[in-house]
């Protein structure tokens, strides 16, 4: 089957470095997206990795191990607007059609001054 | 501004009622999809439209219809829901269904059933 796992809970301070990890496990995968959703709105796409490394876009990156079933996102120079929840979602190839996602049930991020 | 729109945004509705959830994109996509969102688990994919084509429906209760009449209106017709289906609906639309095309979002419609 398919599983997501990403921590539910971090806190991190402005100004600081922090890395939201996520791990899966499916059968035909291809590609990771990172998505962003702050408290009564809509998520919004971040990055998408489907190639094994990191993708660097301004203050966030995200990697993508392939052989390891895992991914982070790095968020740096936080500041408070990035309080929000970060979802990780993988295209798997066998659940159904490749339109489908599978969504992990995002982490929440504190960020403190 | 994501470029998908959604109302309403709040909806309070009887179990015996009927109403309907509608989502305008303004995106040019030829993909249209039906989540919801419930604390504590993730986002669960309803339905998926491909150029005004329902191409998935995942196992939903009857008592939730889909509608897509042009590519860019989207409709979720609701009656004699039931008080779990109290959530967040989100619509989201996108150039493809597959590959590195990613999903817009709707604001979502909170559904409370009563």
């Known amino acids: 089957g398919q599983n997501i796992d990403q921590p539910t809970e971090m806190t991190a301070t402005e100004g600081a470095i922090v890395q939201i990890n996520c791990t899966y496990q499916t059968s035909g995968f291809n590609g990771l997206f990172w998505y962003q959703q702050h408290a009564g709105e809509a998520p919004t796409f971040l990055s998408y990795?489907?190639l094994d490394g990191l993708e660097e876009k301004g203050r966030f990156s995200s990697f993508l191990s392939r052989s390891k079933g895992y991914s982070y996102l790095l968020l740096k120079e936080l500041q408070m607007k990035d309080s929000a929840s970060y979802l990780c979602a993988v295209r798997d190839l066998n659940a159904g059609n490749n339109r489908k996602l599978i969504w992990g049930l995002g982490t929440s991020l504190a960020v403190n001054p | 501004e994501t470029g998908v729109t959604q109302t309403p945004r709040h909806l309070v509705m009887g179990m015996t009622n009927k109403k309907s959830l509608k989502c305008e994109q303004h995106l040019g996509h030829n993909a249209m999809y039906w989540y919801k969102q419930s604390a504590k688990k993730p986002l669960e994919l309803m339905f998926v439209?491909?150029?005004?084509?329902?191409?998935e429906n995942n196992s939903v209760p009857s008592r939730f219809s889909p509608e897509c009449p042009n590519s860019s209106h989207l409709f979720l017709h609701l009656h004699t829901l039931q008080p779990e289906d109290s959530a967040l609906y989100l619509c989201a639309s996108s150039q493809g269904q597959a590959g590195s095309y990613e999903q817009y979002f709707g604001p979502g419609t909170r559904l409370t059933v009563t």
């Open positions: 990795n489907v």
């Open positions: 439209y491909s150029l005004e084509e329902r191409v």
